[in-house]
């Protein structure tokens, strides 16, 4: 599956963002679906992730309450809804599939990666 996550760009503190991860080229249906960032000089980090069927979603602790994530496996998309921002939330923002129908936590999980997309917030 090939994917291509879009909607960073630079907001202000406090404000909010959507990440969309448009999916192709297998049943999106099939994969759990994560949500990674990097920011400069540190590793990636989870943030995110939801089952194949959306029903079931886990957040890290530094964006749980603040984050949603969702997907539409009709539009083979999935979402990443980012309200109350704060300048640690910047970072590359990765979306992510996995083989596993669970949800997954950990990078070495997901085997399809999309490109990434920067979210900067200013304070």
């Known amino acids: 599956v090939q994917l291509q996550a879009s909607g960073g760009g630079l907001v202000q503190a406090g404000g909010s963002l959507r990440l969309s991860c448009a999916a192709s080229?297998?049943?999106?249906?099939?994969?759990?679906v994560g949500w990674f960032r990097q920011a400069p000089g540190k590793g990636r980090e989870f943030v995110a992730a939801t089952n194949w069927s959306g029903g079931s979603t886990y957040y890290a602790d530094s964006v749980k309450g603040r984050f949603t994530i969702s997907r539409d496996n009709a539009k083979n998309t999935a979402y990443l809804q980012m309200n109350g921002l704060k300048p640690e939330d910047t970072a590359v923002y990765y979306c992510a599939a996995s083989s596993y129908h669970m949800i997954v936590a950990t990078p070495k999980d997901y085997a399809f990666w999309g490109q990434g997309t920067l979210v900067t917030v200013s304070s």
């Open positions: 080229g297998r049943t999106f249906s099939s994969y759990a």
